[in-house]
């Protein structure tokens, strides 16, 4: 069983990116800037943005950080956003999901510059993903087809069974992975909350993208051996032993899996810190588009 560290290959990534950083500064270019809104002080919405602020950081680039109390308006966040979208020395922003229930989080995403979306959530840029032209690939998925390419796994011919139909991960996961491109060409199913027969699909798959939010769903009797498993799900679970008081548990059970599997990715440090990694490329890119 093979360890698909994300952890490690993240890392190897950002130094990439830093070194492009270096460059861009030796001569005398313009240094990426990646600008995150955050709405109210939701803790995982905090330690997620603090994560992606952190990287910023790591990798060289200019990082700004806007904290909107959870009351803000849906009109004072629309003017933060046309803001971003019209300050020239801003590449990429994200506006941190979930918001607060009174904003319409699909008016927000519309809002965004589809140049400066680099976390890819605007139709444009979803629908150029599916018609398989340039655009900013959401990062979680761009995380796993990364993750794929840079352990080899192959997945031409393959069948791969996603669980979970987010707009964010399962479905263009599914898109992507169909496509002819590398860490592409698999046969695809999505499944969702409404798959019947579940079980008997995931015992038919080479490759599992686990992305229902379910702490520990996928067991060991849903797998054959030597399937490659991609585990997205991160869910907070109470833990009075741990200082911070809950564990990190993914979708899928590890214990019963990983012995059956030729790949898997931990969670924690699988899919969750490559998707910073590929948030921080996407805004590299940006940059560079601009430029
Ligand atoms: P989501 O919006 O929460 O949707 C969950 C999906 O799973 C839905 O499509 C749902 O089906 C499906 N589902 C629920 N129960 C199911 C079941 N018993 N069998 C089959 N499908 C089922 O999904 P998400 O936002 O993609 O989040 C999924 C997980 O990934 C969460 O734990 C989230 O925290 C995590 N996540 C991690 C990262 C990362 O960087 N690692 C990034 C994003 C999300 P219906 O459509 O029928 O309701």
């Known amino acids: ?8 290959t993240s890392a190897d990534i950002k130094d990439e990116i830093a070194l492009k950083v270096k460059e861009f500064k030796d001569s005398g270019k313009k240094i990426p800037h990646l600008a995150a809104i955050l709405v109210g002080t939701d803790g995982a ?5 603090s994560g992606k602020v952190k990287a910023c950081e790591l990798v060289g680039f200019k990082s700004t950080l806007i904290e909107l109390p959870k009351e803000t308006s849906e009109e004072k966040l629309l003017q933060e956003i046309e803001a971003l979208n019209n300050n020239d020395d801003i590449d990429g922003f994200i506006v941190q999901l979930p918001l607060p229930k009174h904003i319409d989080e699909q008016k927000v995403l519309l809002t965004v510059d589809p ?18 032209l340039p655009c900013f690939l959401p990062a979680t998925p761009f995380g796993i087809l990364e993750l794929l390419e840079r352990y080899k796994v192959e997945t031409s011919g393959k069948h791969v069974v996603v669980i979970g139909r987010s707009h964010i991960v399962g479905r263009p996961i599914s898109i ?19 798959t019947k027969n579940l079980k008997e699909i995931t015992l038919r798959a080479d490759i599992i993208v686990a992305a229902l939010g379910k702490p520990e769903f996928l067991t060991g009797d849903m797998v054959k051996d030597g399937v490659t498993i991609i585990d997205v799900g991160i869910t ?56």
Request: charge should be positive; glycine fraction near 8%.
């Open 115 to 132: 140049d400066k979306d680099v976390d890819g959530f605007h139709p444009t840029n979803v629908g150029k993903m599916a018609l398989d």
């Open 45 to 49: 919405s905090m330690t997620y943005v």
């Open 236 to 291: 907070r679970i109470k833990d009075d032993s741990k200082k911070r008081g809950y564990r990190i548990a993914g979708d899928v059970h590890f214990e019963s899996v990983a012995p059956k599997s030729a790949f898997i990715t931990p969670v924690p440090r699988g899919v969750g810190p490559m998707t910073i990694a590929m948030l921080l490329k996407n805004t590299l890119l940006a940059c560079e588009r601009k430029q």
């Open 176 to 194: 992507l992975m169909s496509q002819k491109r590398l860490a592409g060409n698999a046969t695809v199913t999505l499944t969702h909350s409404r």
């Open 1 to 8: 069983m093979v360890l698909l560290d994300g952890r490690k």
